[in-house]
């Protein structure tokens, strides 16, 4: 088998999974999106291992590692989403951006205290 096919198909992979991080809105999608490129990098790992065809199997012990990484990932990675989604009623990232204070939210805040109590 040549290498071009199951390279194209990672390329392929690799490119929507890439679309649906820069143009989906919901976390729960995000994630599912990581999870399809980090299979497009499997892919291309065993398809090189074989065309290289080495001894020690390199290609494919990286890719165990790999997918013991994104098993935890998307573990973690839901779990938190979870745990927003019944925080904020949402999982929509545009909305949890406004979860992030800055430094001017920190320096108003006494003074917002200290007027509250007047």
């Known amino acids: 088998m040549h290498l071009a096919y199951p390279a194209v198909l990672a390329a392929l992979l690799f490119c929507t999974g890439l679309y649906g991080v820069l143009a989906r809105r919901n976390a729960i999608l995000v994630l599912m999106s990581v999870e399809l490129m980090l299979n497009a ?6 398809a090189f291992d ?3 065809r080495d001894t020690l199997h390199s290609g494919q012990a990286l890719t165990l590692f790999t997918i013991a990484i994104a098993a935890a990932e998307i573990g973690i990675g839901l779990a938190i989403v979870l745990m927003v989604y019944r925080n904020r009623g949402t999982s929509d990232i545009d909305r949890l951006r406004d979860t992030a204070e800055g430094p001017d939210d920190e320096a108003s805040a006494p003074a917002q205290k200290a007027e509250a109590a007047a």
């Not at 990098?41 to 065993?46: A, D, E, K, R, S």
């Open 41 to 46: 990098v499997n892919l291309n790992l065993v």
């Open 50 to 52: 074989v065309w290289l």
